[in-house]
T-cell receptor, first 115, second 114 residues
């Protein structure tokens, strides 16, 4: 079974631009979560999507948004990029429902650099 | 909100020796899940071991085992017979019964000395 894939793996953008990151979950997984990882803040939860609906949201500004498609693939968008948005963005998928079904499997991440 | 604390930013262990990584958490829930994830320099997070709070028996996966103390809200990871490939950042994570959001600790960087 293929793992979680994220594209692109590396991205360089300038301040003020917007960016879209993509995540394809493991086949059969309906939940996709996004995290921002930085050396100073560690892993911070952005949001989680389940069956095309945002089920939970972390404490990030509205510039960070996401969506999920009917095939469970998810995209994350960051608008008006700031230098502080430079980070590794990790996506994780899980079955998302049922006891014991929340085990998350992570993708390799997208390294975003904002200049 | 739940918090997860890893008080050891860095640890080192001699190859073939045993090391224990500490993790404490704060929650008012009675039913939850705890995880240890490993993030090698390649950056891919890998699930190491999982513990369900309602299970009293400590989880074990080959050389990896946990010491789960529910009353003390402690969840330590023991790595036996350490190998060079164990060198990585280790994250402790908490997941409540609703299953909607993981809370991660700040990580422990483990170095394995040959």
């Amino acid at each position: 079974k293929a793992g979680v894939t994220q594209t692109p793996r590396y991205l360089i953008k300038t301040r003020g631009q917007q960016v879209t990151l993509s995540c394809s979950p493991i086949s059969g997984h309906r939940s996709v979560s996004w995290y921002q990882q930085t050396p100073g803040q560690g892993l911070q939860f952005l949001f989680e999507y389940f069956s095309e609906t945002q089920r939970n949201k972390g404490n990030f500004p509205g510039r960070f948004s996401g969506r999920q498609f009917s095939n469970s693939r998810s995209e994350m968008n960051v608008s008006t990029l700031e230098l502080g948005d430079s980070a590794l963005y990790l996506c994780a998928s899980s079955l998302g429902v049922g006891r014991g079904a929340y085990e998350q499997y992570f993708g390799p991440g997208t390294r975003l650099t904002v200049t | 909100a739940q918090t997860v604390t890893q008080s050891q930013p860095e640890m080192s262990v001699q190859e073939a020796e045993t090391v224990t990584l500490s993790c404490t958490y704060d929650t008012s829930e009675s039913d939850y899940y705890l995880f240890w994830y490993k993030q090698p320099p390649s950056r891919q997070m890998i699930l190491v071991i999982r513990q369900e709070a309602y299970k009293q028996q400590n989880a074990t996966e080959n050389r990896f085992s946990v010491n789960f103390q529910k009353a003390a809200k402690s969840f330590s990871l023991k790595i036996s017979d350490s190998q060079l490939g164990d060198a990585a950042m280790y994250f402790c994570a908490y997941l409540g019964n609703t299953g909607n959001q993981f809370y991660f600790g700040t990580g422990t960087s483990l170095t394995v000395i040959p």
